[in-house]
């Protein structure tokens, strides 16, 4: 598995957790981006702090303001984009946003299960969509007929908990509206694949490990990661992705995850 070479990446939900670990990896490669844009509710805020400190010492870096449930925030952003990229495309779009209700079936509300998918499932659609002319550009203008992370795609972040087959961690929590909305990100990132694979876009989608971060929970468990090691293990795999891959469903150490 060789090193990313990636001329520009937006990292959504960027200014903590795994998003925050993605653009501190991306800024510390060898060969960094000549563009990373980090997309977060509120780049002046204090939760945005560690993002404004990367900002101030990495001129490549870009914080743009993002509402991942609403459009004009989404139209926003893509314009901005757009602007920074002067006529060149977009390579790499990673939909990490997420947020989690840990409900258990009975207790399960329209609200919590609609809000929840507005950020997991929706958010990265409508992301992909108002990208798309920017990640098909970037496609263009890359050489060779095959896809890649270095050329165009789009990789969600989705989580095992998704997973119809093997309902992962279920006895420490059921997370009804968090399980269904990233089994839902899951067929979603599928028909992307087939949807864009004309264009020249790689999609697939990948479960960070069970990773410790705020939205990871408290629990201690040998099987846990830090924001560390998955990062650097998913963009490990991530810089290895070719045709055959669009469409999977990969773990940070590149395994299939079971549908």
Aim: proline residues 5%; positive net charge; contains cysteine.
């Amino acid at each position: 598995m060789g090193e990313l070479r990636v001329r520009s990446v937006l990292v959504t939900g960027a200014n903590r957790g795994i998003g925050l670990g993605f653009v501190r990896h991306l800024l510390g490669l060898p060969n960094p981006p000549e563009w990373v844009f980090a997309a977060c509710r509120d780049p002046k805020g204090q939760r945005a702090q560690e993002l404004q400190n990367l900002a101030s010492k990495h001129p490549n870096l870009v914080i743009i303001p993002l509402e991942v449930t609403k459009p004009a925030s989404i139209k926003a952003a893509a314009a901005s984009v757009g602007e920074h990229l002067k006529g060149s495309g977009l390579n790499l779009l990673i939909n990490n946003a997420g947020m989690l209700v840990y409900k258990t079936l009975d207790a399960e509300t329209q609200e919590d299960m609609s809000q929840v998918y507005a950020t997991n499932t929706i958010g990265p659609l409508l992301l992909s969509q108002a990208f798309l002319p920017l990640l098909k550009k970037a496609a263009q203008g890359s050489p060779g007929s095959g896809l890649s992370c270095s050329k165009a795609a789009i990789i969600n972040m989705s989580s095992y908990a998704g997973s119809i087959q093997d309902v992962y961690l279920w006895e420490y929590g059921q997370a009804l509206s968090y399980r269904c909305s990233k089994a839902a990100l899951n067929m979603l990132t599928k028909c992307q694949s087939l949807g864009y694979r004309e264009h020249g876009i790689l999609c697939a989608a990948f479960h960070p490990g069970w990773v410790k971060t705020d939205m990871g929970g408290t629990i201690e468990d040998k099987t846990r990661v830090t924001v560390d090691v998955s990062v650097r293990g998913m963009l490990n795999v991530i810089s290895s992705l070719s045709e055959k891959d669009t469409g999977t469903f990969l773990d940070w150490k590149g395994k299939v995850v079971p549908w």
